[in-house]
Antibody, heavy 117, light 106 residues
Framework: EVQLLESGGGLVQPGGSLRLSCAAS????????MSWVRQAPGKGLEWVSV????????YYADSVKGRFTISRDNSKNTLYLQMNSLRAEDTAVYYC??????????WGQGTLVTVSS | AIQLTQSPSSLSASVGDRVTITCRAS??????LAWYQQKPGKAPKLLIY???SLESGVPSRFSGSGSGTDFTLTISSLQPEDFATYYC????????FGPGTKVDIK
């Protein structure tokens, strides 16, 4: 059974940093691209970033480019999202998701990031 | 950039009703379109991929169709557990989600 477990969310001040983690199990982690998708309170889904299985390729939404960094450690079956220069509009539940071709077939339960002073 | 719209944005329906949700793209897209169901406080769940392929374990009352710019998700007989928000998702340069359709109890 695929399991994705996010952690690292919390309350941070504007301009601050936070690192999210997503521990994966139940599948060959290194064989799949992984994404972060976020959802602001009461809003829809927004794709944030993707990393290839080998970690050779990364892509970002324009809204986070230059501030967020996605990475992975295939030896630890863990996905990361380093978030710097956080803004109020980054407040959201952040989900990690396993990607198959272009769609997301497994999701974590999400971790809440609140950016507020 | 491609934009996705969904209609209606919300609907009220009764158990047993046939429900159809439309996802429209601002330009012709491939059949690389997926549908997700999300219940409050929960992660999205994949229902349909490649416009019409049913994800394993998803009840057969869910179906998808469409091509070009217009796609539909149909629930043939709405069940109590189907009250949720539904999102379409397409991939062009990057994954893009529609704004969602909330299905609630009439």
């Amino acid at each position: 059974e695929v399991q994705l477990l996010e952690s690292g969310g919390g309350l941070v001040q504007p301009g601050g940093s936070l690192r999210l983690s997503c521990a994966a199990s139940g599948f060959t982690f290194s064989s799949y691209a992984m994404s972060w998708v976020r959802q602001a309170p009461g809003k829809g889904l927004e794709w944030v970033s993707v990393i290839s299985g080998s970690a050779n390729n990364t892509y970002y939404a324009d809204s986070v480019k230059g501030r967020f960094t996605i990475s992975r450690d295939n030896s630890k079956n863990t996905l990361y999202l380093q978030m710097n220069s956080l803004r109020a509009e980054d407040t959201a539940v952040y989900y990690c998701a396993k990607e198959v071709l272009y769609y997301f077939d497994d999701w974590g339960q999400g971790t809440l990031v609140t950016v507020s002073s | 950039a491609i934009q996705l719209t969904q209609s209606p944005s919300s609907l009220s329906a009764s158990v047993g009703d046939r429900v159809t949700i439309t996802c429209r793209a601002s330009q012709v897209i491939t059949s690389a379109l997926a549908w997700y169901q999300q219940k409050p406080g929960k992660a999205p769940k994949l229902l349909i991929y490649d416009a019409s392929s049913l994800e394993s374990g998803v009840p057969s009352r869910f179906s998808g169709s469409g091509s070009g710019t217009d796609f539909t998700l149909t629930i043939s007989s709405l069940q109590p557990e189907d009250f949720a928000t539904y999102y379409c998702q397409q991939f062009n340069t990057y994954p893009l989600f529609g704004p969602g359709t909330k299905v609630d109890i009439k």
